[in-house]
């Protein structure tokens, strides 16, 4: 497989297009050092950008409370998505839009640097792999916490507050697991390294609430067409040792789609029919 910095194509970075593997930033960028950044991540089926506007709408919400003015409206970053696609020759993609603080100042005082924005896209079928898809993914427990909203913007889709993930999926990895799961600050779940997380027993749908980690667009989906299907569903504090009740288990993401979950630690989940039916719900939702 191709590194990601050496693809073919275009990435749209100030207000033009530039060839993929010219796309280059400073050494001394404020973003790489003080993580003064946010992101998104969106994914185009056959053409069409799932709530594109939403991921937009929390992209701004996100810079704003990262101190964060870019000098395009959500309307020119909607556009500038399609034309990215279109360079590109893309209908069913992962989009990548950054916001970042520039080099012109490294300093923790930030005002001084230039704010800067690029999109980027790329086909991306799976994300842990269609195999797994079949058998669950497996997660262990991540040794770092989701931060307290008193001392983290919790809320923002922040760079910075993807490291933890970073370094609990990696360790993960290495000791044969595909992924985390979270706690919160206060001992509850949260979510896995990247994604948000759902159990069922009784027929009945349990996700955290967010409090500490982004409430995901895709969660949101989830909780609308299982609402919408009939089932009830709570979003609470869900404590660790309730793991042993639940019959199924899966993630959600935009990356992730909806993903079932086949082992935490030793546990074993059955891969049932509401994670099933969910998500050729979603399949059927954002191909539609």
């Known amino acids: 497989m191709t590194n990601i910095d050496q693809r073919e194509g275009f990435i749209w970075i100030n207000g033009k297009f530039v060839k993929w593997q010219e796309a280059k930033i400073h050494v001394l ?25 939403e991921h937009h709408e929390r992209l701004f919400e996100s810079a704003e409370i990262l101190d964060l003015t870019p000098q395009y409206t959500i309307e020119e970053i909607n ?36 704010i800067n924005v690029m999109v980027a896209a790329w086909e991306w079928k799976s994300y842990f792999g269609e195999d797994l898809l079949k058998e669950g993914v497996s997660l262990c427990w991540a040794d770092w916490r989701r931060p307290d909203p008193r001392t983290a913007p919790t809320s923002a889709k922040a760079s910075g507050l993807y490291m933890i993930g970073t370094i609990s999926k990696n360790k993960a990895r290495d000791k044969g697991f595909d992924d985390v799961i979270m706690t919160d600050y206060r001992g509850y779940i949260a979510e896995s390294s990247g994604s948000n997380i759902f159990f069922v027993i009784n027929d009945e749908i349990h996700t955290p609430a967010p409090h500490a980690f982004l409430n995901g667009i895709t969660r949101q989906t989830i909780i609308e067409i299982s609402k919408q299907k009939g089932y009830k569903v709570y979003s609470r504090d869900i404590l660790p040792e309730e793991l042993r009740d639940f019959d199924e288990v899966f993630l959600t993401g935009t990356a992730a789609e909806v993903v079932p979950v086949g082992k935490i630690e030793n546990q074993v989940f059955e891969i049932g029919y509401i994670t099933k039916e969910l998500r050729k719900a979603y399949l059927e939702l954002v191909n539609a």
């Open 29 to 53: 960028t404020h973003g790489l050092h003080f993580g003064s950044s946010v992101f998104e991540g969106e994914r185009s089926y056959n053409g069409k950008v799932f709530k594109m506007r």
């Open 79 to 114: 556009d500038i998505v399609m034309e990215t696609l279109a360079q590109n020759n893309l209908t069913n993609a992962y989009i990548r839009p950054l916001i970042w603080r520039g080099s012109e100042n490294l300093s923790v005082f930030s005002r001084d640097s230039s």
